[in-house]
């Protein structure tokens, strides 16, 4: 028997050593730094940029001129608006999501557009976001509230 391909046909190899699954949808201009992934049904619009080693889970919804920095976990069905009042139809009313370093949103979490995600900041699965998190902070809820810092968050995750 020959050798079989460890991979399935629906890798889709990116430079950087990136990846992305199909089927998912890549918008123009995306700019990604080492090691990414985007994952099967995800949706990734025009102009975003992602730093190294950043991880958009299935079905995440990312909009156009998104900025998310390395380390950043996108869980799955998210979505990342950049419309205030949809739908505007004009790009000067957008104002795009910033995601810093290592900040991680939770799976069907929605992130309302102009928020900024500050470094190390995680935002609760179904959560959504209408203001700013500060850097190291966990936030939940609808509208998400402050719950702990991340030091914390990772004593709870790490004891479980």
């Known amino acids: 028997m020959g050798e079989q391909n460890p991979y399935p046909k ?4 990116l430079p950087n050593r990136s990846v992305a699954w199909s089927p998912c949808m890549i918008g123009e201009n995306l700019s990604h730094g080492q090691e ?9 619009g025009r102009n975003v940029s992602m730093g190294d080693k950043c991880r958009i889970q299935g ?25 205030k009042y949809p739908p505007s139809g004009n790009s000067k009313y957008w104002m795009p999501v910033v995601i810093e370093d290592d900040a991680v949103i939770g799976g069907g979490a929605t992130v309302i557009a102009g928020c900024i995600v500050g470094s190390g900041a995680v935002l609760g699965a179904g959560s959504v976001l209408t203001k700013n998190i500060p850097n190291n902070e966990v936030w939940a809820g609808n509208p998400a509230k ?11 995750r790490d004891s479980s």
């Open 36 to 44: 990414c992934s985007i994952a099967s049904l995800a949706h990734i």
């Open 59 to 83: 079905g995440a919804y990312i909009a156009d001129e998104t900025s998310l920095g390395d380390g950043v976990f996108i869980g799955p069905n998210a979505t990342l608006l950049n419309d």
């Open 10 to 13: 629906n890798r889709i190899s």
């Open 146 to 156: 402050f719950l702990m810092n991340r030091e914390q968050y990772n004593s709870k």
